[in-house]
């Protein structure tokens, strides 16, 4: 009961208030990314409404926003060119499905696999993706629309510094549609890109022949749909919980999502995620609890629904501003400013996974390649952190290797060179009490160098491998058993 | 100064941490135990404020909006520990003025739950208000942690409500069950009500006719007492114990409770109402609960 007030009621006001703001910016955002995964802009307002209220009451971060989002939408383009519509809603329930798998499997716990560059290079790459799908606005257009997007920009950065009561994107949508009207611009508006919604949305299926066919088509896109989701939703719930100082339920959230999504593609509107951009708003504000985005959807449908005739009008180049506005929001222009002093390895990863979103548009690619190349620089970094010191006794009949660091398939190598095998010696001790050994490779170097020794005549004997060391040797190792010889072949 | 075994005071700033003070500086002297009074800052409390409805993203917005965020926090949040520290020192000083020679204070961020629970190996009683700082606001009998509180501790809970009475008779509610069974036992065992007198009640069903098992309960509880050096008095009620209770408390001239609390899931008490804070609610004198 207690935590119901107070992710509900404990700020009402400030919600309600909040959630007003998020819902004007939300409909020209919705209406863009609809357009951006090709769709009218009604399915992408139906799923914004949809996603914002149910992931109030089933997400595992209050405060947060969630609706149509432009990181899920360049990844339909493809499937609505190619299969229409229905195939997307379709794909939107399964997302939902995979999603809410994920949240039961505890996959959130995999953030933990994704680094700081990497997220940088997801959101620096969304910001990139998201001004892209801008430009076919700005190409080969009059200079009336320039213009316009212009004194959009203008008005939007403008407005805040005589007053922060009223939202700055939404005045300049409303300036620039009076005005475009007035004077009859003739420019691309709103009601050109496709039908607008004039009811609520009702609950239908998806029109897809249920078959092993449809599934074929659907599930790389929803597998994308899911891991993009589910990606941009830990992160922006990090970055709320940062700005609230608040912990939020990863866990729950996946499955929020997931529930958001199935409810979106029944009632006929596509597959959403948790917005950056939208939360941030939310937050600065004054959004703390769940009332917010609740508030957020409603009103959202509400002012589609009843001001529909007005909303078409909208000249897509205020449109266009409110989107660039966004984009220039979500790119973290920090992460410009540290590249020369950021470790090079960390760089490379949030360059490569700018790099590779932008040329396949596709944000999970570039999240992976960021994923992958990280492993293999840490993988690196440590297997450098490997240094065998030795030193003889006995008069030279005896010597005494130290090895200190981590033996793992990166340091294997280094691991079976450091050793000097044609030393003319009787017994050889291996302390390995300061060193790990983590898999197959560095139980197998450990093999190896046991065995050279052996086979120059040289007695060995290795000291001090930890338990979980030793338990890998116990089971992997073959120098210990008797037919080691032979079986090191199989190596 | 003694850390284990210590009484701890949970006081928030309310009228009532005055009688939460001292009813545990009473304990504390009865029992010869050191006191920690404690108060916890809980920040899910605060409510937001802001005055930028722009709705405008600018150059970095996110790394700003949490510089100046932090900002704000560290501001508020200093005011609020400086006034928690004066009032903590001034009850302090109440306690000591008491006659106890050491009384320990200790300020906490986040939810009394998590504050109690992290000092829970080193309490021997806490001692808390039944209603809290929003008591006057909310109209409620019971304040919201009371009995989330009471479900997490192991160790017996001292409520108390509106006025510090120093405890002259004590009645213990017994219904024969191992809760109540272990309760009596503890008290028996215990210093803190030596020297007073001890009714023991037993309302309700089980109370009624002249069951053999009920005279045998009443009668292993008069004698646990007895034999350890207490003044003991029996009574034996038919009818609704919340009422019985009641009624005893005001015949007897009680002005201490204690009884078992909880024994129920809280599923149960969901459906069904809980007796613990039924009772609670109709006894105005401060009482013991014991787990």
């Known amino acids: 009961m207690d935590s119901i007030k107070q992710d509900w ?20 955002e919705a209406i863009a990314f ?19 209220v149910v992931i109030a009451f089933a997400g595992g971060r209050p405060g947060m926003i969630s609706a149509a989002t432009a990181a899920m939408a360049v990844v339909m383009v493809t499937l609505v060119k190619e299969h229409g519509l229905q195939y997307l809603l379709a794909a939107t329930v399964l997302t939902g499905v995979l999603q809410i798998i994920a949240g039961w499997v505890r ?57 922060k009561a009223v939202p700055s994107p939404l005045i300049a949508i409303v300036v620039l549609t009076i005005f475009s009207m007035l004077v009859g611009l003739d420019i691309r508006t709103v009601g050109d890109m496709g039908e607008l919604p004039d009811s609520l949305p009702v609950f239908l299926i998806p029109d897809v022949p ?4 449809t599934l074929q088509i659907i599930l790389p896109y929803s597998l994308t749909l899911m891991m993009v989701g589910l990606l941009e939703s830990m992160m922006t719930a990090t970055i709320v919980d940062d700005l609230t100082d608040t912990k939020s339920n990863k866990n729950r959230e996946c499955v929020g999502q997931g529930v958001a999504n199935i409810a979106s593609g029944f009632i006929g509107g596509m597959a959403g995620c948790a917005m950056i951009g939208q939360s941030v708003i939310n937050i600065k504000s004054g959004g703390r609890g769940r009332l917010s985005t609740l508030s957020a959807g409603i009103f959202l449908l509400i002012m589609v629904v009843f001001l529909g005739d007005w909303v078409s009008q909208i000249p897509m180049a205020a449109l266009v501003a409110v989107m660039i506005m966004v984009s220039i929001g979500t790119f973290s222009w920090g992460s410009l400013r540290s590249l020369k002093d950021h470790p090079k390895s960390s760089s490379v990863v949030m360059v ?40 003889s006794e006995d008069e030279g009949r005896t010597r005494n290797y130290v ?58 004997e290795v000291l001090g491998l930890n338990e979980a060391s030793a338990t890998m040797v116990d089971k992997f190792a073959v120098h210990d058993k008797s037919d080691g010889r032979d079986m090191l072949v199989g190596h | 100064m003694r850390t284990d075994n210590k009484i701890l005071a949970c006081v928030d700033q309310s009228p009532y941490a005055n009688v939460v003070t001292d009813y545990a500086a009473w304990a504390a002297r009865k029992l010869d135990a050191p006191l920690e009074l404690l108060h916890v800052i809980d920040r899910d409390s605060e409510v937001t404020e802001s005055e930028d409805h722009s709705g405008a993203l600018g150059l970095d917005t996110q790394e700003q909006l949490l510089t100046e965020l932090t900002q704000k926090d560290q501001i508020r949040r ?32 986040g939810t009394l739950l998590e504050a109690v629970q992290v000092q829970k190996d080193s309490v021997r009683l806490y001692v808390l208000g039944r209603r809290g700082a929003s008591g006057d606001r909310t109209q409620r009998d019971i304040g919201r942690h009371v009995e989330s509180l009471v479900r997490v501790l192991k160790q017996p809970i001292l409520t108390v409500s509106n006025e510090f009475v120093e405890p002259r008779r004590v009645l213990i509610a017994f219904d024969g069950t191992q809760m109540t069974r272990r309760g009596v036992a503890m008290i028996a065992s215990s210093q ?90 109709s006894a105005t004198i401060a009482t013991l609960l014991l787990r």
């Open chain 2, 192 to 281: 803190i009500f030596r020297g007073l007198p001890i009714h023991v009640l037993m309302a309700g069903q089980k109370a009624a006719g002249t069951t053999s098992a009920a005279d045998r309960q009443m009668e292993w509880a008069r004698q646990r007492l007895a034999q350890a050096g207490f003044d003991v008095h029996t009574h034996r009620a038919q009818g609704d114990p919340e009422i019985e209770i009641a009624k005893a408390i005001q015949d007897l001239e009680i002005d201490m409770l204690a009884m078992g609390a909880y024994s129920h899931s809280p599923w149960r008490s969901l459906v069904f109402g809980s007796r613990t804070t039924d009772l609670l609610r």
């Open chain 2, 78 to 109: 200093k005011v609020v520990r400086d006034q928690g520290r004066i009032f903590l020192n001034v009850l302090r000083e109440r306690a000591l003025a008491t006659g106890l020679s050491e009384v320990d204070v200790r300020q906490r961020m």
């Open chain 1, 352 to 391: 490569a996974t700018v790099l590779v979103t932008v040329l396949t548009h596709d944000l999970a690619m570039g999240v992976l390649t960021g994923v992958l190349l990280s492993g293999v620089f840490f993988a690196a970094k440590v297997g450098t952190i490997l240094t065998v010191e030795s030193v």
């Open chain 1, 107 to 163: 996959l959130g716990v995999l953030m933990r696999f994704v680094s700081k560059s990497v997220v940088t290079g997801f959101v620096n790459a969304l910001a990139i993706l998201i001004f892209m799908a801008q430009l076919p606005e700005l190409t080969n257009v009059t200079w009336h629309v320039y213009a316009m997007t212009a004194a959009g920009l203008g008005i939007i950065y403008g407005l805040p510094y005589l007053t």
């Open chain 1, 210 to 213: 249920f078959n092993f066919e």
């Open chain 1, 403 to 460: 090895v200190l660091g981590q033996v793992f398939f990166a340091s294997a190598d280094q691991f079976v060179d450091a050793f000097d095998y044609k030393e003319v010696i009787e017994r050889v001790r291996i302390d390995v009490s300061r060193s790990h050994f983590w898999d197959i490779t560095a139980v197998t170097a450990l093999d190896k160098v046991v065995l050279k020794f052996r086979r120059e005549g040289t007695e060995v």
């Open chain 1, 9 to 28: 009621f404990s700020n009402v006001r400030n919600d309600l208030l909040a959630g007003l703001v998020v819902a004007l910016a939300l409909i020209p």
């Open chain 1, 34 to 52: 609809s357009i951006i995964a090709g769709v009218d802009p009604k399915i992408g307002l139906y799923a914004s409404f949809c996603i914002a």
